[in-house]
């Protein structure tokens, strides 16, 4: 089971700031355990978010990316109230949606 | 002509090179700041907080009644005021022998396997959440540790004692690194333990996110790096000789500010 994001959103003017904390272990596929087997690749592949439904920002992701990332995007438009969402699926499939409040 | 001119541009370089050291931690801060604004710290204390109020263990109970030094179930500000004396075990605990206590007699669970499990692991893995969530809930708080009880004043002698101790293979000691001013390992500079401003700046920063190994430590984790880096051999999880070193720290950071879980490279 994955753990919640945290998401602070903030409108100034005309732009709105978004920053995500993501809980993810972001396994590389290339690290080793104690017994010397590979610890098989477990990353996000595709993050999104959405601002009133409507898709503001998405990516793909890979083995690159850190453990715990930390995005931040802004976007034109979006005021105080409004909701955003943000979800991620990985690898093996588990996905994940959060929702935030636009301060 | 162009070799000696970078000859002379060497030469000119050689008398800044305490500018370019000081560039270096400046340099350091910047990316501090930079990871600052999302420190995956805030995840644990999330987690943390749940994790305070969930029935768990055998008996099937929440920590909600655990008497971190302010009564029971009291969590802020409990933490600048850690390790203390406790009259229920009659020892001075700190933050992580006080929770195995509590986890034990609420949740009982058994204290010293968990203490002998290794870090970020089962239940040691509760306990890194639970550090970061009681933290931060003293952010911002200046320390102020008790030292009425004879018991405590012993613990600060002795961890004045061990803090002091050299040995191992490197005759190192915990002063070695930290018992001097403009100190430092690498590009890392070292705090001065044994006197304010900086022991609170060394000392207060501990539960950390430790973006290398993308863990939170607790600070019975980071005294075992220490250990480990001096080449002695692993302190005991939870021990007296780690909760006087404790006491003895704290008390050097008395007025100092607490910036836990804060963030390290």
């Known amino acids: 089971m994955s753990d919640p994001m945290r998401i602070r959103a903030q409108a100034q003017g005309e732009k709105t700031t978004v920053r995500v904390l993501v809980s993810h272990e972001m396994e590389s596929g290339q690290r080793k355990d104690a017994a010397g087997k590979i610890v098989p690749a477990w990353f996000i592949q595709n993050i999104s978010a959405t601002h009133n439904g409507k898709t503001v920002m998405s990516a793909q992701w890979g083995t690159a990316v850190s453990k715990n990332p930390f995005v931040q995007f802004s976007f034109k438009g979006g005021k105080a109230g409004d909701k955003i969402a943000v979800s991620w699926v990985d690898n093996r499939g588990d996905k994940r949606t959060d929702e935030a409040v636009i301060a | ?265």
């Open chain 2, 1 to 265: 002509m162009k070799l000696s001119l970078l000859g002379l541009a060497a030469l000119a370089v050689l008398p800044l090179s305490a500018a370019a050291q000081k560039s270096t931690a400046e340099g350091i801060a910047e990316y501090r700041a930079m990871l600052a604004d999302g420190n995956p710290a805030e995840l644990y204390e999330a987690k943390g907080e749940a994790l305070w109020k969930q029935a768990r263990g055998p008996k099937n109970a929440s920590l909600e009644k655990c008497d971190l030094g302010k009564g029971p179930g009291v969590v802020k500000g409990a933490f600048v005021e850690l390790p203390r004396f406790f009259a229920d075990t009659q020892r001075v605990q700190d933050l992580e022998s006080r929770l195995l206590s509590c986890m034990e007699q609420l949740q009982g669970f058994d204290a010293a396997e968990i203490a002998k499990t290794n870090f970020g692991v089962g239940e040691q893995k509760t306990i890194e959440s639970l550090v970061a969530y009681i933290s931060g809930e003293s952010r911002g708080m200046s320390f102020n540790l008790p030292q009425a009880h004879a018991k405590e004043k012993l613990m600060y002698e002795v961890g004045k004692k061990v803090f002091y101790l050299r040995g191992g293979p490197y005759d190192f000691s915990c002063a070695s690194c930290h018992g001097e001013d403009n100190k430092r390992v690498r590009l890392q500079d070292l705090p001065n333990l044994t006197k304010q401003p900086s022991a609170s700046l060394g000392f207060g920063a501990w539960p950390a996110y430790r973006v290398s190994s993308g863990d939170l430590w607790s600070m019975q984790r980071r005294l075992n790096d220490c250990y480990r880096q001096q080449r002695f051999p692993f302190p005991g999880y939870a021990s007296d000789a780690t909760i006087a070193l404790g006491v003895y720290m704290g008390v050097n950071s008395k007025g100092g500010a607490s910036t836990a879980p804060a963030l390290k490279r």
